[in-house]
């Protein structure tokens, strides 16, 4: 793919917003902002805004609309999605979430409808049982705050996978999200590649790499229908 509109939901989020940038720093996709608030865009690539290669839609995942009319909406003429959209607040995370599994389905749902093919699910590393991450996560902030987000991630890379042939996908699994690489740690290249981090992984990526692997997918550098772990 090298053109044509990609529409990313999540896109006041971190993640969303710097795929959104790149998107229009380094190809020629147009760009919707698929936002619950519209007004938390205002102002963003402004020089853009006025071309007419980006523009922000209201939409809310888990309110499709009737016959998810709204996502169809949202997604009139596009050529790709990008699924950014996530939980923030670590106990609304506990609490357990649909978001992956409704607000993802719905999306799945309403793509088909739209005729949109191509998508980019931004998920976890976290779905994996990984023996080689800290106990500490293994065994506390695994199973007591984030099993619930994962079993929805789960159940969305399922759907996903289940889209096949039809729709082009790749799933990206990032680890913990950094805003910048820590101290010290800048140079350092993003590990990618499918299933378990390399023994001596950080266990951390920033927020700028997953955005570069998922505008990479969308071009097509990467191979469809897989699951890629990101971490430094
Ligand atoms: N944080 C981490 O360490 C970590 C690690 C691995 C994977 N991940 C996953 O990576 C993805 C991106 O994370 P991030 O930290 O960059 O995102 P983020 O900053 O937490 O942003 C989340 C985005 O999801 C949107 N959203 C939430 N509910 C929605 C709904 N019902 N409909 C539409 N949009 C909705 C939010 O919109 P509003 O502005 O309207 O709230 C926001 O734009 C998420 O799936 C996250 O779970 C995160």
């Known amino acids: 793919m090298d053109g044509g509109t990609v529409v990313v939901f ?37 020089e ?16 499709p ?3 998810d009319a709204r996502l ?30 409704e ?16 998508l980019v699910a931004v998920t976890s590393d976290g779905v994996l049982d990984d023996p080689a991450k800290p106990a500490v996560y293994r065994w506390l902030v695994k199973p007591l705050l984030l099993r619930r987000v994962y079993e929805d991630m789960v159940a969305l890379e399922q759907a996903i996978a289940a889209a096949s042939p039809w729709l082009k996908w790749a799933i ?14 800048a140079a350092r290249q993003p590990w990618i590649g499918e299933g378990l981090m390399p023994p001596g992984s950080g266990g951390w990526v920033a927020r700028g790499d997953v955005a570069a692997l998922i505008v990479a997918c969308l071009e097509g550098q ?5 699951a890629l772990t990101i971490t430094c």
């Open 10 to 46: 999540g896109a006041t989020g971190g993640t969303g917003r710097l795929t959104m940038e790149r998107l229009l720093a380094t190809t020629r996709f147009n760009v919707v902002g698929a936002v619950r608030r519209p007004d938390a865009l205002a102002g963003f690539a402004p």
């Open 172 to 185: 990206v699994r990032p680890s913990r999200l950094l805003d910048a690489p820590p101290a010290g740690a």
């Open 48 to 63: 853009h805004a006025a071309s007419g290669r980006f523009r922000a839609v209201a939409c809310d995942l888990m309110d």
């Open 65 to 67: 609309g009737p016959g």
């Open 72 to 101: 169809i909406a949202a997604l009139d003429g596009a050529a790709a999605a990008v699924f950014a959209a996530g939980v923030a607040d670590v106990w609304a995370a506990r609490r357990g979430t649909t978001l992956y599994s």
């Open 222 to 226: 990467a191979r469809w229908g897989r």
């Open 103 to 118: 607000g993802g389905g719905a999306l799945l749902r309403a793509m088909r409808a739209a005729g949109v093919r191509v």
